[in-house]
């Protein structure tokens, strides 16, 4: 079982930047890809970014290119760093993990998720 935890969410103003962390414990993900998403109140889960575990190549979506990176900070984590911030940034932010694909963009692609983190921003 891999079990996956964020952390670094809080509260920050418009054009603020925040550092998310994803914590991977249990069994190893030897290949696949990981992810961050977003839900906010009465929306769908979103995709934001990817990176593959195998290759390091990472995929963005629009909202988020530019202002995010994404990066593997360690063999057991992955980071999401979000610049320039903005009210509708706000957003629970789930990180995922997947042994089948190596940048999937659809929730149902990922087996692993953790609990999540909030970040608000506010104007």
């Known amino acids: 079982q891999v079990r996956l935890a964020e952390s670094g969410g809080g509260s920050v103003q418009t054009g603020a930047s925040l550092n998310l962390s994803c914590a991977v414990s249990g069994r190893t993900l030897a290949g696949g890809g990981m992810s961050w998403f977003r839900q906010a109140p009465g929306k769908e889960r979103e995709f934001q970014a990817a990176?593959?575990?195998?290759?390091?190549?990472t995929r963005y979506a629009d909202s988020a290119r530019g202002r995010f990176a994404i990066a593997r900070d360690t063999q057991n984590s992955v980071l999401l760093q979000m610049n320039s911030l903005k009210p509708e940034d706000s957003a629970v932010y789930y990180c995922?993990?997947?042994?089948?694909?190596?940048?999937?963009?659809?929730?149902?692609?990922?087996?692993?998720w953790g609990q999540g983190t909030q970040v608000t921003v506010s104007s």
């Open positions: 990176i593959s575990l195998h290759s390091g190549a």
């Open positions: 995922a993990a997947t042994r089948k694909y190596a940048l999937a963009s659809l929730p149902h692609n990922y087996e692993y």
